[in-house]
Nanobody, 121 residues
Framework: QVQLVESGGGLVQAGGSLRLSCAAS????????MGWYRQAPGRQRESVAS???????NIADSVKGRFTISRDNAKNTVYLQMISLKPEDTAAYYC???????????????WGQGTQVTVSS
């Protein structure tokens, strides 16, 4: 079994910064893809940023230049640094990881429970 635990969300004023963390634990052999998604009330979940095991990143146009994704492979942790936050960034943020476990064949996409980010104007 694999668990993803996010942290770092909260309430911040527009223009402020937050850093989200997501730590994976459990029966992990390797982690390829790690990413951040967000879902605002009444809207579909959307991809925010992703990073491969080799460090290649993909950032959504809506947050490009303001959000940065990084990972610490030794800690099985992915980060999302968010600056210049806007009210429209308000959402529940979820991390996801494609994990090859030590007890199951193949790989599986796991999700965290989500952390709320609220940006006030």
């Amino acid at each position: 079994q694999v668990q993803l635990v996010e942290s770092g969300g909260g309430l911040v004023q527009a223009g402020g910064s937050l850093r989200l963390s997501c730590a994976a634990s459990g029966s992990i052999f390797s982690i390829n893809f790690m990413g951040w998604y967000r879902q605002a009330p009444g809207r579909q979940r959307e991809s925010v940023a992703s990073i491969t095991g080799g460090g290649s990143t993909n950032i959504a146009d809506s947050v490009k230049g303001r959000f940065t994704i990084s990972r610490d492979n030794a800690k099985n942790t992915v980060y999302l640094q968010m600056i210049s936050l806007k009210p429209e960034d308000t959402a529940a943020y979820y991390c996801a990881a494609e994990v090859s476990s030590t007890i199951l064949p193949g790989s599986k996409l796991y999700w965290g429970q989500g952390t709320q980010v609220t940006v006030s104007s």
